[in-house]
């Protein structure tokens, strides 16, 4: 078979059409750098894999706007040794994804309407999820999910709208949440959506999904590229605020609606908005882990 056909053939089983394998060995050991593509542009993938890991599961981390993506790799390095989990950070440069892609998923098109499924930037976790499972040759690898700031802002909007098999995904210290209702506009809201993305099905699939706010107490000063807009505002004076008033707006709705709600909040005291250490903090087991 031909490697143009053989390629062909893992997309099509493994990587949804995204994320192409260009080796078959397992990701090394200790920190390390593989390639691979996406969408047919480059895509770098900065690994961590413990000495002697023994099969545990995959731990995705997105990183913040300033798309340092191997320093998360580094901050996920103390989850990788106490959970025995191999850790995957995307590198996911702004010229290529932009926030209308990286924060917002790339759900809507210039003119407002909702893209296909299949071209959402949410995909993107999927193929590097194929990716790992066909390196370590583990076709039911599970996997987490891990953000912080614009990387959590991600992962709350793929919570709604394309959570996967994740088992838990984790948003810490979001700057803007999608809140569950039409009195705030898209990406902070479901304001000016079509209905194909923001009716009730998608609403109890948003409330379905495993989703945890992990929230630094300290959080609470507007700096770090803090977003001041007029619709963020609304949501809250500081990220700590704002991800208190979202969950409970949510857990209120799903509550008077009868429907599941699975998210969880969970709180780490007197962090800032610091990745490192709150990935660091022993109340990220109970964001990751708990029931």
Request: hydrophobic share 40%; no cysteine; glycine share 10%.
């Amino acid at each position: 078979m031909s490697f143009g056909r053989l390629r062909a053939l893992l997309i099509g089983l493994f990587g949804l059409g995204g994320l192409a394998p260009v080796q078959a060995g397992p990701l090394p050991s200790g920190p390390g750098r593989i390639e691979g593509e996406y969408r047919g542009s480059p895509l770098t993938l900065f690994t961590y894999k413990p000495v002697g890991y023994k099969e545990g599961p995959l731990l995705v981390m997105f990183h913040g706007v300033v798309r340092n993506a191997e320093n998360y790799r580094d901050f996920a390095i103390p989850m990788a040794e106490r959970y025995g989990m191999i850790v995957v950070a995307p590198l996911l440069d702004p010229q290529r994804f932009p926030e209308e892609w990286y924060q917002r998923g790339g759900l809507l098109d210039a003119t407002g309407k909702a893209r296909p499924q299949d071209e959402w930037m949410f995909n993107v976790v999927p193929a590097v999820v194929a990716e790992v499972r066909l390196r370590e040759r583990r076709p039911a690898l599970p996997y987490y999910l891990i953000g912080h700031s614009a990387g959590a802002q991600f992962l709350v909007r793929l919570a709604a709208y394309l959570p996967g098999e994740a088992r838990r995904i984790v948003a810490g210290n979001a700057g803007s949440l999608l809140f569950p209702n039409r009195e705030h506009d898209f990406g902070y809201g479901l304001g000016g959506l079509p209905p194909a993305v923001s009716d009730d099905a998608m609403l109890r699939r948003y409330f379905a999904a495993p989703l945890t706010l992990y929230l630094g107490t300290a959080d609470t000063t507007p700096r770090r590229r803090f977003d001041a807009s007029e619709a963020a505002m609304k949501q809250g004076q500081h990220r700590l605020a704002r991800n208190r008033n979202f969950f409970e707006v949510a857990r209120t709705m799903a509550k008077e609606r009868g429907w599941t709600f699975n998210w969880r909040k969970v709180e780490t005291p007197g962090i800032e908005h610091e990745a490192a250490m709150m990935f660091e903090a022993k109340e990220v087991e109970d964001a990751l882990f708990g029931k």
